[in-house]
């Protein structure tokens, strides 16, 4: 497994939700609508941005307000990072797009 699975598996790290220009509606159709976000794990080298496939079954949008761009998301998806199958749970703050998230290996 790689340095970096191994790094954002082993603890909760800080992220970022969303590119900067995404308003609060933008982003609540990636979520709903194409079902992709991306996520950027801020602690890297850099930082590591991963488009994430969001799993809507697991993640939780009605604790935010995305016409007042408030509240809370609990996010959960599904990707590949350097050839490893993780899932990725996150919890942001909408109004600041940031929050913690991890990988876990499946």
């Known amino acids: 497994m790689s340095e970096l ?18 308003s609060a509606a933008e982003l609540h159709t990636r979520l709903t609508r194409l079902g992709a976000v991306p996520l950027t794990f801020a ?15 697991r993640t939780v949008l009605d604790t935010a307000d995305f016409t ?10 599904t990707l590949t990072l350097d050839r490893v199958p993780v899932r990725c749970t996150a919890d942001v703050d909408l109004a600041s797009r940031a929050g913690t998230g991890r990988l876990h290996t499946v």
């Not at 699975?5 to 995404?22: C, E, P, T, W």
Request: hydrophobic share 35%; proline share 0%; charged share 25%.
């Open 68 to 77: 007042a761009g408030t509240g809370r998301l609990h996010l959960e998806g």
């Open 43 to 57: 602690d890297t080298r850099g930082g590591t941005t991963l488009d994430l496939a969001v799993d809507a079954e």
């Open 5 to 22: 699975v191994n790094r954002l598996s082993g603890a909760d790290s800080r992220v970022v939700l969303g590119d900067a220009g995404l």
